[in-house]
Nanobody, 127 residues
């Protein structure tokens, strides 16, 4: 079982940046593809980005590509989401998730593709 813990959320002004982290509280992320999602109040969970276990393949939602960058450091069992030029509409709870399945296919953006989820970290963008 993989237990994921997100951190790095908080309050930021529009136009600012945040870097979210996702680490395991036990175990390893070795062999797992990882994804980042977000969910705003009253909305469905939205896919943002994913990365394969080696870090060699990344996959982005078209709407956020260019502002958000996913990366991972397997020596630290940690996955990151760098978010730049933040907008008010980026306000949401951000979740990381792990999957044993391959990253890059059409299922990558589907929450059902992922086996383990963190509890989420709140990101609030203010004007």
């Amino acid at each position: 079982q993989v237990q994921l813990v997100e951190s790095g959320g908080g309050l930021v002004q529009a136009g600012g940046s945040l870097r979210l982290s996702c680490a395991t509280s036990g175990g390893t992320l070795s062999g797992y593809g990882m994804g980042w999602f977000r969910q705003a109040p009253g909305k469905e969970r939205e896919f943002l980005a994913a990365i394969n276990w080696s870090g060699g393949i990344t996959y982005y939602a078209g709407s956020e590509k260019g502002r958000f960058t996913i990366s991972r450091d397997n020596t630290k069992n940690t996955v990151y989401l760098q978010m730049n030029s933040l907008k008010l509409e980026d306000t949401a709870v951000y979740y990381c998730a792990a999957t044993r399945s391959a990253i890059g296919g059409p299922g990558t953006s589907n929450p059902l593709y992922y086996d383990y989820w963190g509890q989420g970290t709140q990101v609030t963008v203010s004007s």
